[in-house]
């Protein structure tokens, strides 16, 4: 930055004002696999709005993917104040006149501002335009961040005890600071494959509020001394694609990548890869395999990729939540948070932010999101590498290390855990890359074991130990920790050969 | 799109168009996953020829890019058939009914298949329809709709 005006007011400053009525339509994925268009039109909704001269916004999910087909109306006061309300399930019917009533200028309302400002806060109410995201508060900590040295962004970082959300929680800092002590060019990685069954909130993320992706790279960048950036997304995530290419041509178009906003001899360079399939391409190592042209297998780890990364040169790998939360390190409240992914035998399915420091208990969120307790036998977490929580376990606080990636599947009193078990062992199988003998013969010979009518656990359990000992990458490592946990947690379900 | 032929008569045409689609993507072995997906985007999948052209262009010897290409499990190396329903069939969804679904569809054998995880947990039970729509919240009755409707279009058109 050449000088201290601030760039971000100078673009907000040139802005025209909106209108003060707004509907704004929530079709993300999840809209659109509810058909939000045609819905909104048949129930009349889309006719309101324009009789009331109310502008029309197509966004995103808000994360209440339970409340899709949705829409929200929003009016601005005077103050600049918003009145919103959402309106949610709108396939089963829409009272126009309440919705008349907020879209209505003329009508009175008591102002309601949630005054959020986590990693969601911005989900459902951008209407994929620069300037919203800027008038939402976007790139604003970079312009903070910008006026320090690196130094003490690493100290931030590692005070803040962030970890990577991508499931394994290395301390974020510690790896920021191992790559840029090591001789550049340096190359930053975000890992947007998301391949895990039962987690969709990168998705989400990508869909919703693509700049807070952009804004926590470029702090990444700074810091680190970035030269590259590679953005490797889920091939099958059409939409995050779309949006995060839309949201960094808009960057790039408005300055933000460019001299007027970064600080002095600071390029930025973010180019954008699509994955095409395979859960084991969510894995860095193959994730640098999979940039550099060659078959997406793992590498021998050590060397780090902090050390050799791509090309051999040192490399951050973050997830795209591990960057996003970046930027919400430097406000006060609230502290950092995770993403989960919530379904399953559950009222409100969708993505939910919970408090990242263990203040919050299972039982406290899943009555938070509408569980019956009583009907929920216990939890799967993290999908075909997690582990179980019974019902008994629910008054324990949510540890991140125990999370994986966020993703929570509810069970329910007629689930069968041998099934699931057995439903997670086969996608290890199909999903194994080949390249190592223990996860290749393991995991299918695991899935066999299994199926039997009396499963032998000695041989299961000894399997799973190799399998967890000499793979390559940790798809073998814990293809069978679901198996173990459900083992352990469900002895019953479970006839032993040996017995 | 109309899935390449090299029996075709715009065959040639095609691939002498993917040629120049390639050149502007740097000719490195960085650029071999998204080759692909630019021969897959143009062609609807990657028949040999398309593979020979992309390691002419990016100078990897033939074999090693078959390797990688076989595995991704999204590059189709067989002309694709069109018209089937895809059932999800993720944790989520199988707990949600996706054997209903499954039951449903399967009144009209060929038009069924199964999917692993389309990472839309949160509507479950979900299916991929026979335009490459997803449809989520399905019901049996929904599906047999559908059908009907499908079956409609076709005899009107």
């Known amino acids: 930055m050449t000088s201290q005006q601030s760039f971000l007011k100078t673009i907000l400053d040139e802005s025209s004002k909106h209108s003060i009525a707004k509907l704004f339509i929530h079709k993300g994925t999840c809209g659109d696999a509810t058909d939000i268009v045609s819905v909104c039109e048949k129930q009349g909704i889309i ?61 009175v309302h ?57 499931g394994a929680h290395f301390p974020t800092g510690l790896k920021w600071r191992l ?56 091939g099958q995530a059409h939409k995050g694609i779309e949006s995060f290419m839309t949201a960094l041509e ?11 906003f970064l600080p002095e001899k600071m390029a930025v360079d973010i180019e954008v890869r699509a994955g095409a399939g395979g859960y084991v391409c969510g894995e860095e190592s193959v994730i640098l395999n999979s940039i550099e042209g060659e078959r997406p297998v793992p590498r021998f780890k050590p060397p780090f990729a902090t050390d050799e990364g791509l090309w051999g040169m040192p490399t951050v790998i973050n997830n795209v939540e591990t960057l996003a939360a970046v930027t919400t390190l430097w406000q006060d409240f609230p502290p950092p948070t995770k993403l989960v992914s919530l379904s399953g035998n559950i009222a409100r399915p969708g993505v939910y932010e919970i408090p990242a420091d263990g203040t919050l208990s299972w039982n406290g969120f899943l009555l938070s999101v509408g569980a019956e307790l009583q009907t929920v036998p216990a939890i799967l977490l993290g999908g075909p590498s997690g582990t179980f929580v019974t019902r008994e376990k629910f008054d324990e606080q949510i540890e991140m290390k125990n999370i994986g990636a966020g993703g929570i599947f509810v069970l329910s009193p007629n689930s069968s855990i041998k099934e699931i078990t057995n439903s997670l062992a086969g996608y290890n199988e199909r999903e194994s890359c080949g390249e190592c003998t223990p996860c290749r013969e393991g995991t299918i010979r695991l899935t066999q074991l299994l199926q039997q009518e009396t499963v032998n656990l000695k041989k299961v359990e000894e399997l799973i130990e190799v399998m967890e000992e000499a793979s390559l990458c940790m798809l073998g490592g814990m293809a069978g920790r679901p198996v173990k946990s459900a083992i352990e947690n469900f002895p019953a379900t479970w006839i032993s050969a040996e017995q | 799109m109309i899935p390449f032929d090299v029996t075709a008569d715009d065959a040639g045409d095609r691939l002498a168009n993917l040629e120049k689609q390639l050149l502007t993507l740097p000719s490195r072995k960085s650029y071999l996953l998204p080759a692909f997906h630019m021969a897959q985007e143009y062609l609807d999948w990657l028949p040999r020829e398309s593979i020979l052209v992309i390691a002419s262009h990016l100078r990897i010897p033939l074999s090693e890019v078959y390797a990688t290409a076989t595995a991704y499990s999204e590059l189709r190396l067989e002309k694709p058939e069109y018209g089937a329903w895809y059932v999800c069939t993720g944790v989520a969804c199988e707990a949600a009914g996706a054997q209903r679904i499954i039951d449903a569809i399967k009144i009209v054998p060929e038009k069924f298949g199964r999917t692993d995880c389309q990472f839309l947990c949160s509507l479950a039970p979900i299916c991929t329809d026979h335009r490459g729509k997803i449809l ?22």
């Open chain 1, 47 to 107: 006719e309101l709005a324009m009789s009331l001269n109310a502008e029309i916004i197509e966004t995103s999910c808000d994360g209440r993917c339970w409340a899709a087909p949705s829409v929200t109306a929003q009016k601005i006061d005077d103050g600049g104040v918003s009145y919103s309300r959402r309106f949610d399930r709108i396939d089963l019917g829409v009272k126009l006149k309440e919705l008349a009533e907020v879209l209505d200028l003329s009508t």
């Open chain 1, 179 to 234: 790559a840029a002590q090591n001789e550049g060019p340096r190359y930053l990685v975000v890992n947007a494959e998301e391949g895990e069954p039962g987690v969709f909130k990168d998705r989400h993320l990508l869909e919703a509020d693509p700049h807070r992706l952009i804004e926590g790279i470029l702090i990444c960048c700074y810091a680190v001394g970035v030269e590259k950036t590679f953005v490797y997304i889920n």
């Open chain 2, 136 to 157: 989520g919240r399905l019901t049996e009755n929904r599906v047999r709709a559908l059908f009907l409707e499908d079956s409609g279009d076709q005899q009107t058109s």
């Open chain 1, 250 to 260: 808009q960057a790039q178009n408005s300055g933000i990548t460019g001299p007027k």
């Open chain 1, 110 to 166: 008591n102002v309601f501002d949630d005054g959020a400002t986590g990693l969601t806060s911005r989900f459902g109410q951008l209407d994929g335009t620069f300037l919203a995201a800027v008038e939402h508060g976007a790139y604003g900590v970079a312009e903070k961040v910008f006026r320090q040295d690196q130094k003490s962004i690493l100290s931030k970082i590692e005070e803040s005890k962030l970890s990577g959300r991508g």
